[in-house]
């Protein structure tokens, strides 16, 4: 519900959890409501009913069509179109997480909007005529939101601007065409033919969904560990996983559960940093980083210094968060995300032509870069590529 409020983080939430199934099945039963409303509301105006069986009612329903274009063509070409105007993403090639973000994201929201725009077709019947076209207040209602929400989607998902994400919307509609073709395709399809079909796309998803049951049952295995009071990796691999579905309340409280068996591992302390930041408590995960650098000053190949370094920024200290990221980008100089920060205390002090070099650095570096490491780090291209446009 996070979603009609626009909250990014409800968005990156469901993004970061990925769960296909669950997004397809969303979207399935919230367009079955709106259709079964919007057909009672006008039952019998257009044409006389003519009995048909189960499988020409749910060809005509248009369901299956639906959800093989928006997941086989639609949602792949909005991910090559933000790609290709990013300009730093990943070209003509499209990774199983990404397609997995965009998938349990969107179908979701999709699915929320049926279900408001259902009670506004049963209240406003009436028909809007423009032109030559008519159309239902509740489906022109329906097709604004679409609109309104996915472009805020497009835009959040693949750190664009809403000028690109706008253009992203407008050209993914060149595959209409192929809408139009499942649906003359399918509906004039034998039975025995579709069978395969469906079978394929049940196996797609079952591919999808064998990493999840994996997950859980890890998930499931773990709690049964956490009966030893002793067993502090069980805690603390149940709050990666808590970490990873952005249950960031869950993920602290594990990790502190670990950290109560064993205070002298500096991974806990370290993962506890994180979720700590996520939730913007940022002095706590500065004490958490400061921890983690006293008991290896070089973990996670001297990522810590870049933690520290932000934890100092974001508490005010700017000129030992300056301090830190200078040294870590000495023997890390081609990571963005230390890059950027470092910009940002820059502008803090107000030296702002250093940091008008920090980011452009950035950017150099991120297109002399192989597509995957673009990809992985579009975040801080994008967020440089802002910065100093402003």
């Known amino acids: 519900m996070g979603l009609l409020g626009f909250r990014t983080r409800a968005l990156r939430t469901l993004s970061a959890r990925g769960s296909v199934v ?18 009672t509301v006008y039952y019998g105006l257009d044409e006389p ?5 189960p499988l020409q009612n749910l060809l005509r329903l248009n369901l299956i069509q639906i959800l093989l274009f928006l997941s086989v063509v639609y949602v792949p070409a909005v991910i090559l179109l933000s790609n290709a105007i990013a300009g730093d993403g990943a070209g003509l090639s499209i990774a199983r997480e990404e397609y997995r973000a965009h998938v349990a994201t969107l179908f979701p929201l999709w699915g929320i909007l049926f279900l408001v725009a259902a009670p506004l077709q049963a209240i406003f019947p009436q028909f809007l005529v423009i032109g030559i076209i008519e159309i239902s207040i509740g489906l022109l209602a329906l097709l604004l939101l679409m609109l309104i929400y ?5 835009k959040e998902l693949n750190y664009l601007s809403q000028i690109a994400a706008l253009g992203v919307f407008i050209f993914s509609w060149i595959t209409l065409p192929v809408f139009y073709a499942l649906t003359e395709f399918l509906f004039a399809l034998p039975f025995f033919i579709l069978i395969p079909l469906f079978y394929i796309v049940l196996q797609r998803v079952r591919a999808f969904e064998h990493g999840r049951v994996g997950e859980r049952n890890l998930h499931q295995h773990l709690q049964v560990l956490t009966v030893n ?8 691999q149940l709050g990666l996983i808590h970490l990873k579905r952005g249950n960031l309340g869950a993920a602290q409280r594990y ?6 068996i064993d205070p002298s591992d500096a991974d806990y302390h370290y993962f506890l940093g994180r979720a700590l930041e996520a939730s913007e408590d940022w002095s706590k995960a500065l004490e958490q980083y400061e921890e983690t650098y006293r008991l290896n000053s070089q973990y996670g190949l001297g990522d810590i210094f870049r ?10 200290s700017v000129d030992k968060a300056i301090e830190f990221f200078r040294f870590f980008l000495k023997d890390r100089g081609s990571d963005p995300e230390g890059r950027y920060w470092l910009a940002i205390a820059l502008q803090h002090i107000g030296q702002a032509d250093e ?7 950035l950017l150099e570096q991120a297109r002399s870069s192989p597509r995957f490491f673009r990809r992985e780090n579009r975040k801080w291209i994008y967020r440089a590529r802002i910065l100093l446009r402003q």
């Open 22 to 39: 669950a997004g397809l099945s969303f979207f399935t039963i919230a367009f079955l409501v709106f259709v079964l409303v919007r057909n």
């Open 49 to 53: 009913i003519i009995p048909l069986g």
């Open 150 to 154: 996915t472009v805020w989607a497009i």
């Open 229 to 236: 009071p002793r067993d502090a990796d069980a805690h603390y």
């Open 255 to 260: 990790f502190e559960s670990a950290l109560k």
């Open 307 to 316: 933690e520290v370094g932000k934890g100092y920024l974001h508490t005010g």
């Open 355 to 361: 940091m008008r070099t920090q980011l452009r650095a």
